[in-house]
T-cell receptor
Framework: DADVTQTPRNRITKTGKRIMLECSQT?????MYWYRQDPGLGLRLIYY???????NKGEISDGYSVSRQAQAKFSLSLESAIPNQTALYFC??????????????FGPGTRLLVL | GENVEQHPSTLSVQEGDSAVIKCTYS??????FPWYKQELGKGPQLIID?????GEKKDQRIAVTLNKTAKHFSLHITETQPEDSAVYFC????????????FGTGTSLTVIP
């Protein structure tokens, strides 16, 4: 979805390096999410933010940190990358729903390889 | 937390046949169930969703059914076409847990021309 962009799209780094993945959205949504996708494991939630002042840990937050710089920007950092953080990372956004459920819109993903 | 199981992990069908993917969930408070399609090199894209106040929803060749008692929901694709080939993910969420999505592990669907 062009409304949700991620940079970089691909990244190779070495163990111990600090890495930042960035996400921007033009959908005007308040809620943003970071997921990790591994083969056979589906998508797992790392962190999520319901507004600029709100940050919450997801299912697998260890080894990651996030920053919500503005409504439209949500960054994911790996302070000291390790090989088992090699994965496909997705950013998503959603709006405050009217009733049950909120559709999430995903970016194109960042493929990260940690050597 | 919620646990979503998805079957099968791979599915091959002949073009024109139907495909069915099934998911079960554990949290009876879950009330929103989206299905996403992920094509190679792209992010997941919503194709259909269902809320707990309905039992079935259709959109052209795609339908989703929900059985709240049994805690399972299914995706049905009729008259499959080669462009339906992709990985499909189900998910469940609940307003009780901040509307977090819990995803199934995905089904790789191949439609054979």
């Amino acid at each position: 979805d062009a409304d949700v962009t991620q940079t970089p799209r691909n990244r190779i780094t070495k163990t111990g390096k600090r890495i930042m993945l960035e996400c921007s959205q033009t959908k005007g949504h308040d809620r943003m999410y970071w997921y990790r996708q591994d083969p056979g494991l589906g998508l797992r939630l790392i962190y999520y933010s319901f507004d600029v002042k709100d940050i919450n840990k997801g299912e697998i937050s260890d080894g990651y940190s996030v920053s919500r710089q503005a409504q439209a920007k949500f960054s994911l950092s790996l302070e000291s990358a390790i090989p088992n953080q090699t994965a496909l990372y997705f950013c998503a956004t959603s709006d405050i729903g009217q009733g049950i459920g909120e559709t999430q819109y995903f970016g194109p993903g960042t493929r990260l390889l940690v050597l | 937390g919620e646990n979503v199981e998805q079957h099968p992990s791979t599915l091959s069908v002949q073009e024109g046949d139907s495909a069915v993917i099934k998911c079960t969930y554990s949290d009876s408070a879950s009330n929103y169930f989206p299905w996403y399609k992920q094509e190679l090199g792209k992010g997941p894209q919503l194709i259909i969703d269902i809320r707990s106040n309905v039992g079935e929803k259709k959109d052209q060749r795609i339908a989703v059914t929900l059985n709240k008692t049994a805690k399972h929901f299914s995706l049905h694709i009729t008259e499959t076409q080669p462009e339906d080939s992709a990985v499909y993910f189900c998910a469940a969420s609940s307003s009780n847990t901040g509307n977090q999505f819990y995803f199934g592990t995905g089904t790789s669907l191949t439609v054979i021309p």
